[in-house]
């Protein structure tokens, strides 16, 4: 079976940095994005790469987080910079593939308060 295992996330202060980590194996997938839901709202797209490594980013994110990928061992990351109290949600790793359909992480909690 496919897994995929999300890792990372906590409490940090605003302007701090906290690293997410997605690793998925059993599988090989063609995009990879993080997602984020805020308590009582809607959840959103924060960054997506894709297999040519294109990349997007929300508007609210763009030039603080950056989305990589490690293809040998099959991560995915967002490095989250200049953290605000805006971006205390619960992250998810998504990835996609065209035979493998999708898959969601479990999620992590990103907490940014001082």
């Known amino acids: 079976q496919v897994q995929l295992v999300e890792s990372g996330g906590g409490l940090v202060q605003p302007g701090g940095s906290l690293r997410l980590s997605c690793a998925a194996s059993?599988?090989?997938?063609?995009?990879y994005s993080w997602y984020r839901q805020a308590l009582g709202k809607q959840r959103e797209l924060v960054a997506r790469?894709?297999?040519?490594?294109?990349?997007i980013y929300a508007d609210s994110v763009k030039g603080r987080f950056t989305i990589s990928r490690d293809n040998d061992k099959n991560t995915v990351s967002l490095q989250m910079n200049s953290l605000k109290p805006e971006d205390t949600a619960v992250y998810y790793c998504?990835?996609?593939?065209?035979?493998?359909?999708?898959?969601w992480g479990q999620g992590a909690q990103v907490t940014v308060s001082s």
């Open positions: 998504h990835v996609w593939g065209t035979r493998e359909g999708a898959l």
């Open positions: 059993g599988s090989t997938f063609s995009l």
């Open positions: 790469i894709t297999t040519s490594g294109n990349t």
